[in-house]
């Protein structure tokens, strides 16, 4: 269990440093920092410059307290220069930020926020707007890794602001406070989902096409489906994942057929694939136009990126048996073998293909014979002798391997041919606790010399009834 101690208990190790030791102040911190680490205590919540860390004198702590000061009765402009002190220190490290949540920031900061976004509401200016985006740039910045600090009066701010406002500037601060929000934070989420906050990225989905507003939307549909907060047991991915399936995919679709190219066709896709969690979303995209992929792909092959991404949301559209038998029958498996091929240097764009084509040859020996047919097994050995040390790469050149074969041993003479059961043993040895067993299921499906370990054995005990 990882060890922490407060602001205050650093602080006093330094001091006494510094008067029982007649340590400097720079000797004091670094020899505090050393025995804390020692007793391994996590330092990443202290300031660690005892002149920084020290009450009031501290740049947040006078930032505060003069934004208290100013707040009802002060000049923008100097409300918006200790907002830019705030954000300034706030994004140097999380220590500063922790200091200034405790200290009342997080308050501050909405109540600001609440009464500006109010005037917006009935008269809306360059001035008013201006200001709310400095709050929220200032909101994205204390909240930085402790997104523990939203509570259910910044959710209801940003429901209304969502609801409310046109402004796309405004609209896309508020969009990047609400991803800063999300991670690692599942309570976030489900408070923020049950606002029916899918039916505004619905909306601003269809508005426009600024590039920088669909991106940021983007962003917060992927982060709803993550399941990345250890605190809790039990998340709600799968469920915001559905529903915002349901309501997303077909414009998302729509969208990837106006953005086949770079800037948003990667973040497109990647969106899309996160939302892909049963058949019946697999179908929507389908029947919404999955053949986009086949211009995506046209558009940008020499693009290991946009390739990778293609490679995962075909992966996804293979888990429903009848979308992924319509893939291969459009005629999708000659290009993957090819993108396998050019991309062959690139690990990650190699692990992204090759995890496609086995499951694009799950089960469907007839697909296994076009990839065969399509040269796929010289290029998945090639892959393999060009990444002997990525774990990705060999995990699931695997289990293209295996899938390819599995019900089709009339391939295993090609593959042993071309010499892969030394790269596969050898991979064997290198990664045998991480998924040793993968590598010896596709030397078992090549019909190579490989002794399985029996997993359980009875003691010979006679049993009686």
């Given amino acids: 269990m990882v060890r922490v101690i407060s602001q205050e208990t650093y602080d006093e190790v330094v001091q006494e440093n510094m008067q029982e030791f007649d340590m400097s102040a720079e000797e004091a911190i670094q020899d505090a920092i050393n025995q804390f680490e020692a007793q391994g205590v996590d330092l990443s919540n202290i300031i660690k410059d005892l002149v920084l860390s020290s009450g009031d004198d501290h740049e947040i702590s006078k930032s505060i307290k003069k934004l208290h000061e100013i707040k009802d009765n002060g000049d923008d402009s100097e409300i918006l220069k200790e907002l830019e002190i705030l954000k300034a220190e706030c994004n140097k490290d999380i220590a500063r930020r922790v200091k200034a949540g405790k200290e009342g920031a997080y308050t501050l900061l909405l109540e600001l926020l609440q009464a500006r976004h109010k005037v917006t509401m009935e008269t809306a200016n360059e001035k008013d707007a201006t200001f709310i985006i400095n709050v929220l740039n200032t909101l994205i910045a204390l909240m930085d890794v402790q997104p523990d600090l939203l509570d259910q009066k910044g959710v209801d701010v940003i429901k209304s602001i969502l609801d409310n406002t046109e402004d796309e500037n405004i609209l896309i601060a508020t969009l990047k406070w609400i991803s800063t929000c999300c991670i690692k934070h599942e309570i976030n989420r489900q408070r923020l989902f049950a606002k029916n906050i899918a039916s505004n990225l619905k909306s601003l989905l269809q508005v426009g096409n600024n590039v920088k507003l669909l991106s940021e939307v983007l962003s917060v549909i992927r982060k709803f489906p993550l399941d990345d907060d250890i605190r809790v047991e039990f998340g709600k991915a799968h469920d915001h994942a559905r529903e915002l399936g349901f309501q997303l995919l077909e414009p998302l679709t729509n969208l990837l057929k106006e953005h086949t ?174 998924f040793g067993f993968d590598v010896k299921s596709a030397l078992r499906d090549l019909e190579c010399d490989v002794k399985f370990d029996e997993q359980w054995t009875g003691k010979g005990v006679e049993l009686k009834q």
Avoid at 374 to 386: N, Q, S, T, Y
Wanted: with cysteine; net charge neutral; hydrophobic share 45%.
């Fill in 261 to 434: 190219k770079p800037p948003l066709v990667s973040e497109l896709m990647s969106t899309i694939a996160s939302l892909l969690v049963r058949h019946e979303l697999c179908a929507t995209v389908a029947e919404s136009g999955a053949d986009v992929l086949f211009s995506v792909l046209a558009d940008n092959s020499e693009n290991a990126a946009v390739v990778q991404q293609a490679s995962k949301l075909i992966t996804a559209l293979a888990g429903n048996d009848d979308v992924k038998r319509q893939l291969v029958k459009s005629g999708i498996v000659p290009i993957i073998v090819l993108l396998l091929t050019r991309h062959a240097s690139n690990a990650s764009t190699t692990a992204s293909t090759l995890k496609c084509m086995a499951a694009l040859t799950l089960r469907e020996p007839p697909h296994s014979r076009l990839f065969y047919d399509c040269g796929a097994p010289e290029a998945i050995v090639d892959c393999l002798k060009r990444h002997p040390e990525n774990e990705a790469v060999q995990k699931n050149g695997c289990w293209a391997i295996r899938n390819m074969v599995a019900r089709c041993r009339d391939m295993n003479p090609k593959f042993k041919e071309l010499g892969v059961e030394p790269i596969l043993f050898a991979a064997y040895e290198r990664f045998l606790k991480d």
